[in-house]
């Protein structure tokens, strides 16, 4: 928890940690003159009716002023002094002359966390040499533009002209037109996010540019890490966040350096919500979840990663409370983790998919939830009108209340009540589509679109309208529904409604198989670089029907390659068991030839895990990590590449990023085990990336 | 995870794989600790499972164990001072607690170990010392919500029941959560501050649009001011408005709990009299 104007500052000077950055003589780090002064931003956080906070870094020390007027022309009001928050990494605030509370210092990774990171992985800690300056401007007219500028003094930094802007929220008790941007999982920082940007910018120019930015998380891959928030969010959207609001929630990649109890991290740094009703609702105390009105909306946004989810924990118990409170003639609630996806993740096999699902979705309906809108899941999926879908798994079956298309050229709007009635049925989307590679696993019954291809989500509110619109990163209009509230509408589930196909040819998992034709020999489509250095052949699994490829690297290291799939993946899993120990085996992916490729080693004697890529014939370690697993059962390892990233997991307990050192280039995938290794596997599946 | 996470954020100590139930864990860590021998990170992840799975004597021999190859474990401590405090044995819970406190220095991290002797004074109506202990756990830099109650209930538990509505005043000044205020609300019809308490209600009730918990805040502030009647027609009036709210067969673990606390109100005052068609705010 830090900044929050409604929070007690906490007056508990501290000590900095020693940490070796990079610094000049006085201290601050370097920064060329030749570089603008504001690294990032200025961007808007936290509107209220009144009130808004417009932050923005620099490298250097600057004499914040912010003036801010009706016209660009007439910037008449000013903050300076008491009015901007000056927050600042660790070594600028070891040299500060006054003492820094500890709740002014950017993110520091904790001493000994680093212990595992490779040289080659990010330090997730806040630049050096960073200032981070929050202004809080109130006092504010209700719905009202206000054009501003950042200045260092008198010299003007950024802004004071007509893009650079903000607007109060609206009057709570009258309809605002509004217009949302949805996005999630985008944080790659590679050409599908802008693309996905780039499209929606197009299709906002000719109708109505974004009032709001919604963000479902994982904004900041791989890790959440101050640089990647830099690199992969602010960089790319700054010509939106300059004069948008961005409404966060915290996605698993921001989980693994920022924490929801505590709040700290780069996500916690990067912004601030409404803790205290400023915004409507009821007070969470936290910025882990929280609520705002916009008009006659009500908007929940919830901590789905490392809270606690169920009907007696703290979030719960806020939920309820502030649910008492709505009497909006919308509601809103986003969060990271979906209730039902079929896509890269699965709803009905993963916990706190589960749990939002069965804890909160109830409470959620019983206020009359209308849009829940959640990522992690790499795919778009939009559900027809349900209603207490809280079975796993799930059933479209006695859940449906309205089983067509809400489109308003096909089937027709969705119809509710006016107001918000509990269980009238609501719309459910995943909309992790914003910038990774996207995936379908299976078919969620109770969607009634579901496409795999990147993009975002346009919800547009006018009076008693809603209406979704899904965007692909070509611009082209791929869904679209409308949910009309007026009059009285009474809905009964559907006992057999309409289902989506499930179509072979959507998805992307592709999964290889052996069966008794294929035993005692090298399956086809595989190929073996060098047949003297051992063999692989297909043989049953004792006492199961399932057969096994076995890998024997007796005379010399053997790499066997898959010709099954060429080209992009967005995953590859594999269940691999040593048989011998005596050396590494692994999963080779991107290969080109043998002088160019990546490769995962498990060493079951050090027990480590070795990335390594091999790049002109010469072999480089990326990453070298030392990994508690059980050898004596076979270890599940999936490998997610994300533009210049490998995501790491193995047994589903392990996760972490390696960094690459330039992108991956789409290869061929195998198995390599060195010389010394007898290994089986199975379960060899890829999931194939859309072109 | 580190120590300082584990403690600081009240986070599982290991990471655990999302998509397998406890049974599965333990089956395979015991398949691994059979195979590798002792382990003291892997001991622990099987004890946090037994904790989970409601086996806390599987758990603390696992803890112990993980002491004897690791004395100075605080996270070993902290897994064992908690599991005593299930197991009902508050003196080793301390012991534990107060070993573990030792070997971490930042009061963050230190703050984790106060709140479980305060929980095991707590327990053992030991209640001067778990107040102590409350302050110690209190006074960093985050305190969880649910300390600032399991103060709130100490002070109750001494009858000071003024201090107790002082400080979650006070918890409140500190954190605006809305869980606080609610805790602060029974405070005060527990100090018989019942205007107070009935303004914070009645402006809970006139903002809400549902009513269902304000009434029955309300239906507890009434008994104690032993209008029985209308805190019967406040219990019933919730109960009505849960069933506009949930669906038949259709679970909503929340408002259920909600519901049963209605139902047994009404039950407890059915002999109170009839109710009248004014319920409700």
Partial sequence: MRKCLFVAVCFAFVLVSARSHLVCADGTASAKSDQPKIYRGPYLQCATTE??????????????????GVSPDNLEFELQGDQIIRRMSVDVAAVSDAPIARANLLYDEPLGLGADRSPNDRDPSTRPGT???????????????????????????????????FQTLPKTDEATDLRLWVVGDSGTGGSDQKLVFQAMREFSASSRIPDYFLHVGDMAYGDGADEEFQSNFFDIYQSTLRNTVCWPAMGNHEGHTSRGISQFGPYYDAYIVPTASEAGGVSSGTEAYYSFDIGRTHFICLDSHDL??????????????????????????????????????????????????????????????????????HIYER???????????????????????????????????????????????????????????????????????????????????????????????RDQFQIIKRGVVEHSPISNPWQPKHDLSQITEHVVTWDSSFEGRLPPKWQLLDDRAGRMSIERRAGTPYYQAVVTAAEGNLIAIYDGIDGPINECQVYLEFVRSEAPAGLVLGWQDANNYCSLHIDQTTERALFYVVRGGERKALSDRKIDVDFSEPLKIELEPVNQIVEVQINDEIEYTVNLDQPLKAGRLGIEAERGAKIRFAGFTIEKARP | MTLMYSLGVNAPLVPIAAHHSPEEVIAHLSSRLETHGNNTTLLLRRADEWRVLGE?????????????????????????????????????????????????????????????????????????????AWKAAIDCERPEVDWFLGQARTLNNLGLHPAARDALLAARNRNPSVVLQRAWIDSLILCGDFQIAERQIDAGLQRSHWKSSWLLQRAKLRVARNELILARQDAAAALKEIAIRTTPDVENPLLEQQQHVAQSLVLKLSQAGPISNSSGN
Avoid: C
């Fill in chain 1, 51 to 68: 009130s808004i906070a417009i932050v923005w870094r620099t490298s250097t020390d600057i004499d914040p002023v912010v003036r801010y």
């Fill in chain 1, 131 to 165: 200032r981070q300056y929050e202004a809080f401007a109130t006092g504010l007219a209700i719905g009202t533009r206000y054009y501003y500028g950042v200045y260092d003094g008198d010299e003007l930094l950024a802004g004071a002209d007509a893009e650079h802007h």
């Fill in chain 1, 308 to 377: 606690d989810r169920s009907p007696n924990g703290a979030m719960a118990q806020w939920l309820m409370s502030d649910l008492e409170v709505v009497q909006a003639d919308w509601l809103i609630a986003f969060w990271h983790h979906p209730p039902y996806t079929k896509g890269s993740h699965d709803s009905d096999r993963e916990q706190q998919l589960v749990e939002m699902r069965t804890f909160i979705m109830p409470l959620l309906e019983a206020a009359g939830v209308d849009l829940v809108l959640a990522g992690h899941s």
């Fill in chain 1, 383 to 477: 559900s027809m009108l349900i209603d207490g879908a809280y079975d796993t798994p799930t059933v479209a079956e006695g859940v449906v209340v309205d089983d067509g298309d809400g489109n308003p050229s096909g089937d027709g709007p969705y119809r509710k009540s006016a107001g918000l009635q509990p269980h009238n049925g609501t719309v459910a989307i995943v909309a992790g589509h914003g910038g990774g590679g996207v995936s379908r696993k299976g078919t969620m019954p109770i969607m009634r679109e579901i496409v795999v291809e990147n993009g975002s989500l346009i919800i547009d509110l006018h009076e008693d309208t809603l209406t979704g619109t899904m965007i692909d990163r070509s611009g082209n209009k």
């Fill in chain 2, 56 to 132: 806390p004597s599987k758990a603390a021999n696992d803890y112990e164990h993980a002491l004897k190859l690791e004395a100075m474990n605080p996270l070993a401590y902290l897994g064992l001072a908690r599991t005593r405090i299930s197991q009902k044995r508050y003196r080793d819970a301390i012991k534990m607690a107060k070993r573990g406190v030792a070997l971490v220095d930042t009061p963050d991290a230190q703050a984790a170990f106060h709140a479980i002797v305060a929980s095991a004074h707590a327990e053992m109506n030991n209640h001067p010392s778990a107040l102590v």
